[in-house]
């Protein structure tokens, strides 16, 4: 077999992009709102359902700036279960995470474990649609209103998720969605925030772009975040194989749960049946009745040419950037603390063969201890 990577990134034909860009070379125009990346955004708002969304030219920076806008500086309650940024961007708006468990269903958030952590300080609610499995958005919503925070979504991994019939942006205050390379569908590097909120428009487009309201009228201390014509352009592109790249990966992932749920000590997610999938990513957790820890597995499947992730290890308040923060993710969160330990996502992107799933699963079972 030939090596077997945990992604491999969509590239649409070449000739539509070129299409596409040649429009930057008719136009001369190629960052700063052109033509594209108006395009772009038009299609984005009626995909997603907001009433408005602003591009970035991260999910990061996207994200960064919707907890800016939160501005009094407070605690904000979020998963340890997650990339780097969700943690950081609080950071670095100048809030502090604090962080609640997740639950083993679909490890989002655990709505108890939220209530657990609310304090007088508490300004926001920041949780993850982790692996592109919805939270309980429904109880999300009721805390956010009992408590009065912001209810701002990390959906990066989340891009075309529906639940019952309702796009995933339609929830919360802010949804933040990543169209970076390895994401389900992107732009190269891209963001997006996805609001109903007329007001936020105007700060987020200004935010993005130095705080520039016209050639002599500054008005916000912004910074330069902004989506360019080549990303959009990208962006248009992609969206074409969107529905084809979801129903691939859709096979690949039934594929893998028939074959890796009759394996004793390999954990599968279970799905529900009034959720739209994107199947971004496919997780397992690797339990004691399977033999061997985490860690071995995971070399064994290196010496395979099969290259999975300990997506999400180590769980972020083992970060050694958060020490500062004297946090105990045994006590404090250890539903966290034993999927962190136990994860392996799968290799799953849509021109990965069943032939190449079958010969994961075969390696999975061949291993067992
Ligand atoms: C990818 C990702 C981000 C950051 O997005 P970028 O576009 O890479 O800046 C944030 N949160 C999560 C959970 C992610 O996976």
């Known amino acids: 077999m030939k090596p077997i990577y945990v992604t491999k990134s969509f590239l649409p034909p070449i000739e539509e992009y070129v ?40 999910g990061h ?14 605690e904000i309650i979020t998963t340890p279960f997650t990339f780097a940024s969700t943690t950081h961007a609080i950071v670095r708006s100048g809030h502090k995470p604090v962080f609640c468990d997740i639950n083993m269903e679909n490890y989002t958030v655990d709505i108890q474990s939220i209530k657990k952590v609310i304090t007088d300080k508490t300004v926001a609610i920041l949780p993850v649609h982790v692996y592109g499995f919805p939270c309980d958005v429904k109880a999300l919503g009721a805390i956010a209103k009992e408590y009065n925070l912001k209810l701002i979504y990390d959906a990066a991994h989340a891009f075309g998720v529906e639940v019952k019939g ?27 925030l996805a609001f109903n909120n007329d007001e936020y428009k105007m700060k987020f487009d200004l935010y993005k772009n130095f705080g520039i309201d016209g050639p002599e009228s500054i008005v916000e201390v912004g910074m330069n975040a902004k989506m360019n014509e080549f990303q959009a352009a990208m962006g248009i592109v992609n969206m074409r194989y969107l529905p ?37 990513y496919y997780p397992i957790l690797i339990e004691d009745k399977y033999g061997l820890k985490r ?42 603390k034993y999927v962190g330990d136990r994860v392996l996502t799968l290799p799953i992107y849509g021109e990965l063969s069943i032939d190449e799933v079958k010969y994961i699963c075969d390696t999975i079972k061949k291993l067992k201890k």
């Open 166 to 192: 309702k796009s995933i942006a339609e929830f919360g205050d802010i949804s933040m969605f990543s169209l970076h390379a390895t994401k389900i569908f992107h732009s190269i590097e891209g963001g997006i």
């Open 61 to 74: 920076l996207a994200l960064e700036t919707a907890l800016s806008e939160i501005k009094t500086k407070g």
């Open 295 to 336: 860690d071995e597995l995971f070399d064994l499947m290196c010496l395979e040419n099969i290259f999975s992730r300990k997506y999400f290890y180590p769980i972020v308040n083992e970060y050694e950037c958060y020490n500062y923060l004297k946090l105990n993710p045994e006590k404090e969160t250890p539903n966290a």
């Open 19 to 58: 299409e596409e860009i040649s429009k930057i070379w008719k136009n001369n125009w190629l960052t700063n709102q052109g033509e594209i990346h108006q395009n772009f955004e038009k299609e984005l708002k009626s995909f997603l359902k907001t009433n408005n969304i602003t591009l970035f030219t991260n």
């Open 244 to 280: 084809e790249q979801i129903e691939k990966r859709r096979n690949i992932s039934e594929f893998y749960d028939s074959e890796l749920r009759k394996i004793e000590g390999i954990r599968v997610l279970e799905r529900e049946d009034n959720i739209k999938y994107n199947y971004s």
